[in-house]
């Protein structure tokens, strides 16, 4: 291989010049290893880091995740689902086949209960279509919009709260007219400071449409920050490529929110996308769902997020999970989330800990919930406080 060095206005970079971007090296664990020699045993590694070959070869029906799945009778094709079966071959790779289902794959493979209907459980929960300005913007707080820019994920969460939105082909990412007009809807709203292009998965998107979204928000004065939300750094980290990352640094301030749900889902790949991502100067957040018998616990939380700041990763949202229909095997009780929060604030780093919130169902927007730390106030005005280990304490208040 021919490397050559280059200068760009403002630092040294090594130029790959002899291989092809697919070809550039990027980690492989030895469980996913194992996985390629059993199941893609003519694909070179070359063509697994391809993002391109890992979304083309992903596995899209019940009968090919059976060839390496030992399903239980509740994994099973949902005819009526709306959400599509999606799963990258490189996220296949880490879930396991052990008589107890592991927490990544009820995440990924449909089971029968999505075909229950819960207490209050309805298609876009949040009414992000009452607050569609145009196509593809949800502006629902006032200084900030969501730009929902595709409808394709790479791997599908089957507790999606944007089931109702999304699709099966790569080919019904937003047309490029439904792209202008959000453009133009930001361009006209000036007190639009903050844009979050999320979907879909953004990051599937090509180099150039991602390129395209970026130069064209970045050219609009008012915007001052730019947020990608995505999974891609778990489901797909082959995804965040030199190029990619050239381009996204260019477009500073940019933050990426990344789904994040297990500890299992922190691999040697997804550690390398997220410090190649931190290393261009990306805060990274994280978004994270409470899910049923997967993450619902204190220790795998704490995990979680200490193996998140590991990898500069700071956590950002703890969410309820959205009672989209179909959805009870995933939800936990809202005592759950507050008990998490009360179980990490003060016995870890401050760092490591997110805002548990609700995203409210008819479009209330995020509302936060915390235990109740604050116990009122005593017959002489001082505030009562409960710390983390349960003492009280008091703070003369400023009368
Ligand atoms: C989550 C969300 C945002 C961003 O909210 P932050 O609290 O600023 O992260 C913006 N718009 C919509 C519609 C959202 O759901």
């Not at 899209?60 to 009526?80: G, H, N, P, Q």
């Amino acid at each position: 291989m021919e490397t050559k060095l280059a200068s760009s206005s403002t630092e040294f970079y090594i130029e790959e010049k002899a291989e092809p971007p697919s070809h550039r090296i990027f980690p492989v664990n030895t469980q996913t290893l194992t996985f390629i020699q059993n199941n893609f045993p003519t694909a070179t590694i070359s063509e697994w880091n391809d993002w391109r070959w890992q979304i083309k070869n992903s596995f899209t029906t019940i009968e090919a995740l059976s060839k390496f799945l030992k399903l239980t009778d509740k994994e099973v094709f949902l005819k009526e689902t709306h959400l599509p079966l999606r799963i990258t071959p490189y996220y296949a790779s880490l879930l396991n086949n052990d008589q107890n289902i592991g927490p990544l794959r009820k995440t990924v493979v449909p089971v029968s209960d999505e075909l229950l209907l819960g207490n209050g459980e309805e298609n876009d929960p949040l009414h992000e279509h009452a607050d569609n300005k145009v196509k593809c913007i949800v502006h629902r707080y006032p200084d900030r919009v969501l730009f929902l820019v595709t409808g394709f994920c790479s791997t599908y969460c089957r507790y999606c709260t944007r089931t109702h939105m999304v699709s099966q082909s790569e080919k019904q990412h937003s047309s490029k007219k439904d792209w202008d007009e959000a453009l133009q809807y930001i361009k006209e709203h000036q007190e639009v400071r903050d844009v979050l292009i999320s979907g879909g998965d953004p990051l599937t998107l090509s180099d150039d449409r991602i390129e395209y979204l970026l130069s064209n928000l970045r050219s609009i004065d008012h915007v001052e920050i730019i947020r990608i939300g995505t999974k891609v750094p778990a489901v797909l980290p082959q995804r965040i490529t030199v190029e990619l990352v050239e381009i996204l640094k260019k477009y500073h301030p940019l933050f990426i929110s990344i789904h994040i749900t297990h500890p299992e889902e922190l691999t040697e790949e997804m550690k390398f996308a997220c410090n190649r991502l931190a290393d261009a100067g990306i805060p990274l957040g994280s978004q994270t769902v409470l899910l049923k018998d997967i993450n619902d616990s204190t220790n795998i939380y704490k995990k979680l997020s200490h193996e998140m700041l590991k990898v500069r990763i700071r956590p950002y949202y703890l969410y309820q999970c959205d009672p989209i229909p179909g959805s009870a095997h995933f939800r936990t009780p809202v005592s759950k989330g507050l008990e998490i929060i009360k179980g990490v604030r003060g016995f870890t780093s401050g760092y490591a800990i997110p805002h548990y919130v609700i995203d409210a169902p008819g479009g209330g927007g995020k509302i936060p919930l915390l235990p109740d730390y604050y116990k009122g106030k005593d017959n002489a005005g001082n505030v009562v406080l409960e710390n983390y280990e349960g003492n009280k304490y008091k703070y003369p208040d400023y009368i």
